[in-house]
């Protein structure tokens, strides 16, 4: 893991403990390959399929995926849920637990 995303999950986590006694829930997303138009306009195709192949669930994630996490962990769907990150990265954290996916 980078230490920029060791320190998000450390100022996630206690943002989390001193913010719930107010009733603000803090959460984290941490996504994997998305096939963004940055990420398709700086990458071949021969690329995105290597790493597609890559990930376990055997494709780059979509930006509204994403978004759906987010839409989640913001909803009352999650009312109980506080402090975690949740990796959206088809697997890719399973299958190389040393690294989020990116």
Do not use: C, H
Request: glycine share 10%.
């Amino acid at each position: 893991m980078r230490d920029g995303k060791a320190g998000l999950i450390s100022l996630v986590k206690t943002f989390a403990v001193e913010l719930a006694p107010k009733g603000v829930r803090v959460n984290a997303v941490a996504p994997g390959a998305i096939r963004t138009p940055r990420v398709l306009a700086a990458t071949s195709e021969e690329r995105r399929e290597a790493s597609a192949r890559s990930i376990p669930l055997g494709r780059m994630g979509e930006p509204e995926e994403i978004a759906k996490v987010v839409t989640f962990l913001a909803s009352d769907l999650a009312s109980y849920v506080t402090g975690p990150t949740l990796v959206a990265d088809g697997g890719a954290s399973v299958k190389f637990p040393l690294s989020l996916g990116s």
